[in-house]
């Protein structure tokens, strides 16, 4: 009997502890369904609820799900890792391609600056701008960025993300005209997801002033107080000689000038550029496109300009055919100047700018005497990518000047 006192003894502290712990589990349900954790959904460091996951629209309009928050990217083909360097994210890169990390070039406007940073990445694809899937799978997966931001083409870019299962958002860019609204539309989409949308609205404004004093300053002059502009071998899917020239050439539309080759296009075709890159008859701003010397002989033009890297090869159809060269005004009254090539695996922004400001200061000496080139060139640089490279550019081949053919 004595055991059976002591066990009834203990019986109401026994079903006192079971009731707290029912009470406690209770009280841990108590809200319901209403505010139990969503398969999607994780707490923050507040304890309110964050999705897992969201959906981004890509320059082809995919919809792309990517996780909520962001941490690690990689950037392959045209343009991607070269808005990284321009949103200042490059610190989130996970992996880089060989053309990056083989070796610094002045081609790549973000090279000198983060060359030695990319360089000790693991290598996830080959590099360049051909739109197609060039990256390495299994090293990507290797790496498990939280999303592969990419300049690829729609197919290239499906057929990477169900290689590796990880999400790949397109920035793909072309030069279209002088940095039009593609481009605009490309940095958003990458800034949003990265979360740089502070940083990219301020590169698109600094664009958007350089762009509004380029025109303020040359839109009034009567076309018939305009030089004749010519700029020749032009590098445009590989490197090419004096008559190679570009239609809608980015710096000459930026400063409205005379370009010879757009009057041509409206002479031959018929219609202006911008109504023949609508109807398809013309495909213009990025295409490049060879001219008979004797058409470059009637424009005779008042200037020239020529992508200093292209100048063996002029040099050589100057030494096989001196006559034709010496009948043009330009290079008998010895105004021929470079103008270095801005597209390497797409284009680049800041040398676009910076050739923007050459070309205006050349051919419109007088609304561009308060501008200082290397000073207004350096800013550009370093607004854009962190630091002024214009020295490593001209190391690189990249410079700025007179330059004599046949030298």
Not at 72 to 93: E, H, K, W
Not at 118 to 124: A, D
Not at 323 to 346: C, K
């Amino acid at each position: 009997m004595k055991g059976f006192e002591i066990t009834m003894k203990k019986f109401p502290v026994l079903l006192w502890a079971l009731i707290m712990a029912f009470s406690l589990v209770a009280c841990g349900n108590s809200d319901g369904p209403e505010n139990s954790i969503d398969q999607d959904q994780t707490p923050d460091t507040n304890g309110t609820e964050q999705p897992e996951a969201r959906t981004v629209v890509d320059v082809w309009n995919r919809e792309v799900e990517i996780p909520y928050e962001v941490d690690s990217i990689i950037c392959l083909g045209s343009m991607a890792p070269r808005f990284a360097a321009y949103l200042d994210v490059v610190d989130m890169m996970v992996g880089a391609e060989d053309s990056d990390i083989n070796g610094m070039t002045a081609r790549y406007d973000y090279s000198p600056v983060y060359h030695e940073q990319l360089k000790g990445l693991p290598s996830v694809g080959s590099g360049g701008g051909s739109g197609e899937n060039n990256g390495y799978a299994e090293q990507i997966i290797q790496v498990q960025p939280d999303v592969i931001i990419a300049g690829f083409n729609e197919d290239a870019a499906e057929e990477l993300q169900n290689q590796t299962g990880i999400p790949v958002v397109c920035v793909r860019y072309r030069t279209q005209y002088f940095i039009d609204e593609g481009f605009y539309r490309a940095m958003r989409v990458f800034a949003e997801v990265v979360g740089a949308e502070d940083r990219c609205e301020e590169v698109l404004a600094y664009v958007d002033a350089c762009k509004d004093d380029l025109n303020d300053r040359t839109k009034d002059i009567p076309d018939t107080e305009k030089l004749k502009a010519y700029t020749g071998a032009v590098t445009f899917n590989g490197r090419h000689g004096f008559p190679f020239t570009y239609v809608n050439f980015p710096p000459f539309l930026a400063v409205n000038a005379n370009n010879v080759a757009d009057s041509y296009i409206e002479e031959v075709i018929g219609e202006a550029t911008d109504t023949a890159q609508e109807s398809g008859k013309a495909y213009l701003g990025q295409n490049g496109f060879e001219v008979d010397w004797e058409q470059i002989i009637e424009w005779d033009p008042d200037i020239v300009f020529l992508d200093p890297g292209n100048m063996d090869l002029v040099n050589d159809e100057y030494a096989t055919n001196p006559g034709v060269f010496e009948s043009l005004r330009a290079i008998q009254e010895g105004q021929v100047y470079t103008m270095p090539s801005t597209n390497a695996a797409g284009p680049n922004i800041s040398y676009i700018l910076v050739n923007s400001y050459f070309a205006g200061s050349i051919l419109y000496p007088e609304q561009f005497a308060d501008i200082d080139f290397e000073e207004k060139a350096g800013e550009i640089l370093e607004f854009m990518l962190g630091d002024n490279t214009f020295e490593q550019m001209k190391a690189g081949g990249l410079y700025y000047g007179k330059i004599e053919i046949g030298a």
